[in-house]
């Protein structure tokens, strides 16, 4: 029995060896028909892996590294921009906020002169009158004056993160004529809204 069984073992070897054969037999045939030359397509697909590596290698690989970098300088210029642009709008809310300051101060200043005027006017009611129009008057004056303080040293400190973001942006250290004209012309600007 055992015999038997060592005989039906081979001869299904053989069937399993015979059907393989056959059918690299037809793929060779198919390849043949197709007129593909299977040593000359192995050659032209390492070639191709080779080239394709050295490509990914050297062509590729820097291109791409050297995007990443350009795509990172403009993002980090642009959140620049942007922080530059929140400073201006924090340096004009703050110089708003002076503004309102001195003109409380102002208005202070000028409801306590009223009332020494109203105090003094019980005394001697004409002079009270003069004198009050005049703390007044200058009262008005020293508003104006600390008014255009301010916007000055507003439009300087603009001028001033202009250089700074014009210099950043350029790249570059500015000479003091250069950087003296641009907040000459930063100023203007500024004067003229």
Request: hydrophobic letters at 45%.
């Amino acid at each position: 029995m055992l015999s038997y069984l060592l005989f039906l073992a081979t001869a299904g070897e053989v069937e399993k060896t015979s059907t393989v054969t056959k059918l690299l037999q037809e793929l060779r045939k198919l390849l043949s028909d197709f007129g593909v030359d299977l040593p000359l397509l192995l050659a032209q697909i390492l070639c191709f892996s080779i080239v394709a590596i050295l490509l990914w290698k050297f062509a590729f690989k820097p291109v791409l590294a050297t995007m990443e970098e350009r795509q990172r300088r403009i993002e980090s210029g642009l959140k620049y921009a942007e922080e530059t642009r929140a400073k201006l709008a924090q340096a004009q809310l703050e110089s708003a906020a002076i503004i309102k300051q001195a003109q409380l101060e102002g208005a202070k200043f000028v409801e306590e002169t009223r009332k020494i005027a109203k105090e003094f006017l019980d005394q001697q009611q004409k002079d009270a009158t003069a004198r009050g129009n005049e703390l007044i008057a200058k009262a008005q004056q020293a508003i104006e004056l600390e008014h255009k303080k301010m916007l000055e040293q507003a439009r300087l400190e603009v001028a001033r993160l202009v250089v700074i973001t014009t210099q950043r942006v350029l790249a570059k250290e500015l000479s003091d004529t250069e950087r003296a004209r641009y907040n000459e012309a930063a100023t203007r600007e500024i004067t003229v809204i």
